[in-house]
């Protein structure tokens, strides 16, 4: 480490190790309004507990249903009390009453005019358990709502069940005995509101809400489960008051209301499902009732992109008999191994009590930590991506990922490379899922000459290549299938894919630096849906990663690597050369003397459109359209932080890497943005809010039209750009982003677990997992057997680390780096602290 950098993390850190933070994870009354927790299995969907203890975003059906609030409550009732019934929840949010759908004819089916408790106090996260308190001074009982789902790494398979479980618990607060009984009701909102749809079938201790099957519509078959199978007392009404109007959500009010557990058999044409269980506490007595619920929607019609048809679309590692018998639509994992919504929820009751402690063990690890609130708040409020909506794992176990959730409907298909590049949480939390990712890259989506699909078809297989190549999105998977590499330990996995990586970079060296001088000249497509003309620092710096990365797989298997040690030679010299202007890395656009031509009229699939008049007249004046020149990009050097997440040295100088990120702190991290014009989507940062811009030209030179985004802010960004910061040792720089982008998740404005861009739970903001690395230096290399510790902390610290083979605590005692595995196996046969091997 050179003595500059010590240096500023002498400096910095002394007066961050004694800052306090008000970053926590606990909510008061005045942030509840917005919050919505994601419970659910990783692929397999989800539903939310809002800051009230209210269910909604109910999105079990394979796609988002954002706005599906469905008319699913419990209830407590007191016997004997006046007005002693209450829903369990608290009071219902302003911004619910008015301006959203189906507000202006009265919230038909909502359960808002409904009693209920008068005091939400707080919001508690621990993912993936999430709590409620609620409080009302005319009941006996106080009330709270716990609300989990398995979450356990290295295990996917559980973590993604079609599950979630809401533990509502009550104690006595007054000296007298109390008798209630509670209620867990629903209607039958699998049925699309068509009774003639809908059934509702018995389940011991529960009942099962269902959409009937439908030669016609096989995809609308669906069923959800709900139980309290650890209950002693348990009465199920499987058949709510069958009327028009609102006659059945009046009379299952009715009796819950009135104390009634009577069972009632199921019906006909009935619309919905209540369970009953009867209780009694003294005073100060506490009660838990655990409510399980499960889902089972086993066909879907959903299918993106188009079919493979030149020999070349199939590459070189087609095997037609993964495809034999291949399903026409996704079919979720969970419907392979389960038959059933019985097999669910069996397998649910019968292993909850485990997969409750191992994801305990998860969730201690993961807070038994000294890193700042707001770290731990990043990192994990964005692991709720991984139960949303946004991931899916289709029948034969791959992932595969959206962009974001859309309302209703998925936002940008197909594992979209560029915006993956920045997930670091699955391939440190659930690695085989990441290695699949890269299977499907380099084995599914890439042709014979090199060119990768940047979009995966669902189900996964190949594709026609009809659609230029993503240069950040394929440089990227030679850097993760490097990384991903040292993480599993798998050397034969790397080298059956080695061909295939190759090819790849081969494609990009010819596509974008033809003349081989170690600068993407040619125009290349990015994450910003906009072709840089020209070097850029941003490519450029991909580029000289991708080649180190490349370099050292080659090495590791015994490869002649010399050809891409030259190239990557040549890489690190244009950019620290030619690329640098003395504060940050920039852009040279270029247009003329290139490979490409017809730039007017020039098709990239994305947004494509041919240069109008006036369009023309502006290339003549400011060249190409969309691009950033002069200007500082707060991606400039992400190559860097691919490489440093990946174990691997900084591409290029660390100093200009360094004060590149200074200079991006310095001119585009905004305190407040009430002056700053953004006329794209201003919606994740405007105002009086802060937030790191993508890009400004502090020096002049922007364009008329830039790229499409530049004035935009993006969690990911942020995140992304304050680990590069903390790992170059400006660690209260980072931290500082890192505090300006919380706040604006505050559960006030917007919801602290959904981090959006073009989506919500956007994966993009999965780059807040690598600010645990950036702290600690903390890196397991499985190939090696050897931790690594490179903290950025002084002093001793303790902070959860996530290997292939377990997880657990890592940290420095007393001087002395130590690791202890509370899952698993970690076997370390070297540790290697601050540079130095132990």
Not at 1 to 25: F, G, R
Not at 383 to 404: A, C, M, N
Not at 491 to 511: F, H, M, N, V
Request: charged letters at 25%; aromatic letters at 12%.
């Amino acid at each position: 480490m050179k003595d500059s950098l010590v240096a500023v993390i002498a400096a910095s850190l002394l007066a961050v190790a004694c800052t306090e933070s008000n970053y926590d994870s606990i909510f008061d009354a005045g942030h509840l309004d917005r919050i919505a927790f994601p419970i659910g299995g990783m692929g397999a969907g989800m539903f939310c507990m809002e800051g009230t203890g209210a269910i909604s975003h109910m999105s079990v059906r394979n796609q988002p249903d954002l706005f599906n609030e469905p008319c699913i409550f419990a209830t407590v009732h007191v016997k004997g009390l006046e007005n002693g019934t209450k829903v369990v929840e608290g009071p219902v949010p302003d911004w619910k009453k008015f301006g959203n759908h189906g507000n202006g004819t009265g919230s038909t089916g909502a359960t808002y005019g409904l009693p209920r408790f008068a005091e939400a106090e707080s919001f508690e996260a621990r993912f993936p358990f999430a709590t409620v308190r609620l409080k009302d001074e005319t009941m006996p009982l106080s009330a709270q709502i716990t609300g989990w789902s398995p979450f356990i790494p290295g295990d996917e398979d559980n973590s993604g069940l079609p599950a979630g479980a809401l533990e509502y618990s009550f104690t006595n607060t007054s000296s007298s005995e109390v008798e209630a009984v509670f209620a867990f009701n629903s209607r039958n909102f699998m049925g699309w509101n068509d009774p003639g749809q809908c059934a509702t079938l018995k389940l011991e201790k529960g009942f099962v809400l269902k959409c009937l099957n439908d030669p016609r519509h096989p995809h609308d078959e669906g069923s959800f489960a709900v139980s309290a199978p650890f209950e002693e007392e348990v009465n199920t009404d499987c058949g709510w008051f069958r009327g028009g109007w609102w006659d059945p959500m009046t009379m299952a009010w009715n009796k819950a209301a009135s104390g009634d557990a009577t069972p009632v058999e199921p019906a006909e044409g009935t619309t919905g499902g209540s369970l009953y269980v009867p209780f009694s506490l003294a005073p100060g007595e506490s009660r838990t009732v655990r409510i399980l619920v499960s889902w089972y929607v086993p066909v879907t019609n959903m299918r993106f992109g188009n079919d493979a048809s030149a020999r070349s679309d199939f590459g070189t590692r087609y095997d037609e008999s993964l495809y034999k018998d291949y399903p026409e639509f996704y079919k979720p994992w969970y419907a392979s191994r389960f038959a059933s919504i019985d097999e669910v929820d069996g397998y649910w009751r019968e292993n909850y009590d485990s997969l409750r402690s191992r994801t305990d063990a998860f969730t201690e690890a993961f807070y038994d930590s000294s890193l700042p609130d707001e770290i731990l708040r990043a990192v994990s409020d964005n692991l709720t991506i991984l139960k949303s909506p946004t991931v899916l794992r289709q029948h034969d176990g791959r992932f595969w990922g959206y962009e974001g959730s859309g309302d209703s409907w998925g936002s940008c298909v197909g594992s979209c490379t560029h915006v993956w590049n920045y997930a670091q949480a699955l391939p440190h939390l659930f690695p085989r899922m990441e290695r699949t990712l890269r299977e499907t890259e380099f084995n599914v989506n890439q042709d014979t000459y090199g060119h990768q699909m940047y979009r995966s078809g669902l189900p996964i297989r190949p594709l026609r290549h009809d659609h230029i190549a993503a240069a950040d999105g394929q440089l990227g998977g030679v850097i993760k299938a490097y990384r991903d590499w040292r993480i599993s330990g798998d050397t034969d996995w790397i080298r059956g894919l080695y061909p295939q990586i190759k090819a790849s970079l081969e494609y990009c060296i010819r596509t974008w630096d033809p003349r081989e001088i170690g600068a993407m000249e040619e125009p290349h497509i990015t994450t910003y849906e906009s072709e840089f003309w020209g070097a850029d620092g941003m490519c450029n710096s991909f580029y000289a990663a991708a080649l180190e990365a490349f370099v050292e797989i080659s090495k590791g298997l015994g490869e002649d690597s010399s050809r891409y040690e030259d190239l990557y030679e040549k890489c690190r010299a244009y950019m620290e050369e030619k690329l640098w202007n003395g504060e940050y890395f920039y852009h040279k656009v270029r247009w003329t003397l290139l490979d490409a031509t017809g730039i007017t009229t020039r098709l990239t699939g994305i947004n494509d459109q041919v240069y109008s008049p006036e369009a023309v007249a502006l290339l003549m004046k400011d060249g190409p359209k969309y691009q950033y020149g002069t200007g500082c990009l707060s991606d400039g050097i992400i190559g860097s932080w691919m490489a440093l997440c990946a174990g691997l040295d900084d591409p290029v100088d660390s100093d200009k890497v360094a004060e590149h990120l200074r200079s991006v702190y310095k001119y585009n991290l905004k305190k407040d943005l009430f002056t700053h014009a953004n006329p794209q989507r201003p919606g994740y940062a405007f105002g009086h809010e802060g937030g790191l811009l993508l890009c400004t030209w502090p020096h002049g030179g922007k364009q008329e039209l830039p790229f499409v985004y530049s004035d935009e802010v993006w969690t990911g960004i942020e995140y992304q750009v304050a680990a590069n910061l903390i790992f170059e040792g400006e660690v209260e720089k980072g931290l500082d982003i890192v505090r300006t982008c919380l706040d604006r998740y505050d559960g006030r404005v917007r919801n602290p677990f959904n981090e959006y861009e073009c989506g919500n739970w956007y994966s993009r903001a999965m780059s807040s997992y690598s600010l645990l690395q950036a702290m600690t230096g903390a890196r397991y290399d499985a190939v090696t057997s050897t931790l690594y510790l490179d903290p950025r902390i002084k002093g001793d610290f303790r902070s959860f680390i996530a290997t292939e083979g377990g997880f657990g605590t890592v940290g420095v005692k007393d001087g002395k780096p130590f690791l202890e595995v509370r899952e698993g196996e970690i076997p370390v046969g070297e540790v290697v602290f601050s540079g130095r091997a132990l």
